[in-house]
């Protein structure tokens, strides 16, 4: 039987061929974490976390591994953006608790956040295989599901983080931005703007949750004209008032398009913008040659070369 030979010589590519890639993937994982939990030490405990991706796109952004931890998991924590793709998840397991309700206006979205590690490691303690389902990939400008995997470790219980795909995945696709080209870099908006950062105008510049940028308080869902008026003065001494940016949402239902709206940066404090925006800006300059590195490497070659 083809479940007796994964666990017998582990999993090779003959099981992939016998089973079809989807299920042959889903035993692997198991055998995965049966041998990981075989090599832990003694005092590996009972309860497990797995954070897993949902994704954008409803429906079509779940990897085989993430399906099977949301099928098998004893309780599934959801922190996703809206009520359809909660439905979805509950389709895949009987018993998912939503975490949307932690959320709300005035209050620190700190507070929320340890609140929901709180609950997930509550589960894990009580022996449960626990599964933290959060949308687009959960590591990717996410505090809860990096800070619960630390501590589910650090208490001895199995954890792991599967990636999803996220809206920066989503981002390179649509419009049309391969990070290879003249480089990229990410910041969160806020945190752009209480710190002192050397960003290079001669790559890209993504900035997250640009709907809350300035936002001081982290208990509201907005921000003000006039702090995105700051953000523009702050990137005013990269970018020119009329360079064009794009403020992009990825389609999360099958049916809709994405958003790419694009306009001079100068416009940015009267655009519309909701939580799902990000703020991306083109290249202002253009590559300039490194000569002193350049000239090294040619000694190199020429040394080489003797
Ligand atoms: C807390 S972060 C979570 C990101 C998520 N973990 C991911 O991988 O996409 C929230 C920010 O992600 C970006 N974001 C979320 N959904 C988006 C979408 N549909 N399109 C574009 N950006 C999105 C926005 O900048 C938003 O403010």
């Not at 870099?185 to 806020?190: F, G, L, N, V």
């Not at 990269?238 to 709206?261: G, K, L, N, T, W």
Request: hydrophobic fraction near 40%; proline fraction near 6%; aromatic fraction near 10%.
């Amino acid at each position: 039987m083809v479940t007796g030979d994964l666990t017998k010589n582990r999993f090779d590519l003959s099981d992939f061929k016998k089973l079809g890639y989807a299920r042959a993937v889903q035993f692997a994982f198991r055998e995965t974490i049966q041998l990981k939990t075989e090599n832990s030490p003694s005092s590996a405990r009972l309860g497990s976390l797995v954070i897993i991706g949902t994704g954008i796109k409803l429906g079509s952004h779940l990897s085989p591994i993430s399906l099977s931890h949301l099928q098998k998991a004893d309780v599934v924590f959801a922190a996703v953006t809206d009520e359809i793709t909660e439905m979805w998840l509950r389709q895949l397991n009987a018993n998912v608790q939503s975490f949307a309700p932690l959320y709300a206006d005035g209050k620190s979205r700190h507070q929320t956040y340890q609140e929901m590690i709180d609950l997930m490691l509550k589960e894990v303690r009580a022996g449960k295989q626990v599964v933290g389902a959060f949308y687009g990939h959960p590591g990717v400008f996410a505090y809860a599901p990096h800070k619960s995997i630390e501590l589910a470790r650090a208490e001895g219980y199995f954890a792991l983080m599967e990636p999803g795909i996220s809206a920066a995945d989503c981002l390179h696709a649509d419009l049309g931005i391969d990070p290879g080209k003249f480089g990229c870099q990410y910041y969160e908006a806020s945190q752009f703007m209480f710190y002192q950062r050397r960003i290079d105008p001669t790559a890209y510049l993504v900035l997250w949750q640009i709907a809350l940028a300035g936002e001081q308080t982290y208990a509201q869902f907005t921000t003000g004209d006039a702090q995105l008026q700051l953000l523009v003065e702050l990137l005013s001494a990269d970018y020119p008032a009329e360079h064009q940016v794009v403020i992009y949402e990825a389609a999360s239902m099958p049916f809709e398009d994405p958003r790419m709206e694009w306009m001079p940066l100068s416009a940015l404090p009267t655009a519309r913008l909701t939580l799902r925006s990000t703020l991306v800006l083109p290249p202002s300059q253009s590559l300039q040659p490194n000569p002193t590195m350049l000239a090294a490497l040619e000694r190199l070659n020429v040394m080489a070369s003797d």
